[in-house]
């Protein structure tokens, strides 16, 4: 609880560069899950057939 993505980590032409952003989207579809748990969070998400989710946004001007 309280913790944070401060940047993420990629690899470009044999170099690690720290990407940094306000907000990250985690869109995986039901492999979102797998990768939440590795980074200490659980989401209720399971494959199925025609799984949609919609969720409010809380700063619409972000």
């Known amino acids: 609880?309280?913790?944070r993505i401060l940047g993420v980590l990629a690899l470009k032409d044999g170099k690690h560069h720290t990407l940094r952003a306000d907000s990250y989207v985690l869109?995986?579809?039901s492999f979102s899950a797998v990768l939440a748990r590795q980074l200490?969070?659980?989401l209720n998400i399971y494959p199925a057939k025609?799984?949609?989710i919609t969720v409010p946004v809380k700063n619409e001007e972000a």
């Open 50 to 52: 025609g799984y949609s």
């Open 1 to 3: 609880a309280g913790d």
């Open 40 to 42: 200490g969070m659980f």
């Open 27 to 29: 869109s995986l579809g």
